[in-house]
């Protein structure tokens, strides 16, 4: 069954180390692939996306994703997790030809001091 | 500021009830869908639009009912309110192409007692 898959349900990460989200999606074909983050209480902010081209896409707040098409994973990353990090993160697809976003379950990131 | 607005972002319902969940944009998307959000589950498509007169079911539909009148609005019926349908509901829009991404509204949260 088509999927997307976010392996992590929880994640804390000291302020200042770097961060790994991990996002894996079946599907037949590269679909589009996006990040968001929502903060408690908030809607869904979209951090970057990937449609075509360079494998590793920036985004805003210093996140960045890189595609890998071998490995069927578009992970998340920042180099130093700030406090206002802390959030849920979701990844989701959009198959190519087609309009439906469909969402990963979910990283909650956790920032200790 | 051009966006998604979503209304009520509250909403208490006994069983049995039915309400309207309202949403509208102004950046003259032609796609619009509604997600309901439970913890642990991600977000789940209930009902989209790829235009004006023009709806498709989700993976969750049942219990839900749209149509899309116009460009800018896309409101959610619940037909006959139950306690599973207590959740967090988001409104999201995008172009056709959907390479800018996906904008979404604030919310709506939802409680059926």
């Known amino acids: 069954a088509q999927s997307v898959t976010q392996p992590d349900i929880h994640i804390t990460v000291s302020e200042g180390a770097s961060l790994e989200l991990r996002c894996n999606y079946s599907y037949g074909a590269t679909p589009y692939l996006f990040w968001y983050v929502q903060s408690p209480g908030q809607g869904l902010q979209l951090l970057l996306k990937?449609?075509?081209?360079?494998?590793l896409v920036q985004g805003i707040k210093g996140f960045e994703a890189e595609f890998k098409r071998s490995q069927s994973s578009f992970n998340l990353r920042k180099p130093s997790v700030h406090w206002s990090d802390a959030a849920e993160y979701f990844c989701a697809v959009r198959i190519i030809g087609f309009q439906k976003l469909v969402f990963g379950t979910g990283t909650r990131l956790l920032v200790s001091p | 500021n051009a966006g998604v607005t979503q209304t009520p972002k509250f909403q208490v319902l006994k069983t049995g009830q039915s309400m309207t969940l309202q949403c509208a944009q102004d950046?003259?998307?032609?796609?619009m869908s509604w997600y309901r959000q439970d913890p642990g589950m991600g977000l789940r498509l209930i009902h989209y639009s790829v235009g004006a007169g023009i709806t498709d079911q989700g993976e969750v539909p049942n219990g839900y009912n749209v149509s899309r009148s116009t460009t800018e609005d896309f409101p959610l019926r619940l037909l006959s309110a139950a306690p599973s349908q207590t959740s967090v509901y988001f409104c999201?829009?995008?172009?056709?192409?959907?390479?800018?991404?996906?904008?979404f509204g604030s919310g709506t949260r939802l409680t059926v007692v």
């Open positions: 950046m003259n998307h032609e796609y």
């Open positions: 990937y449609f075509s081209g360079d494998t």
């Open positions: 999201a829009s995008s172009y056709s192409s959907g390479d800018s991404g996906y904008t």
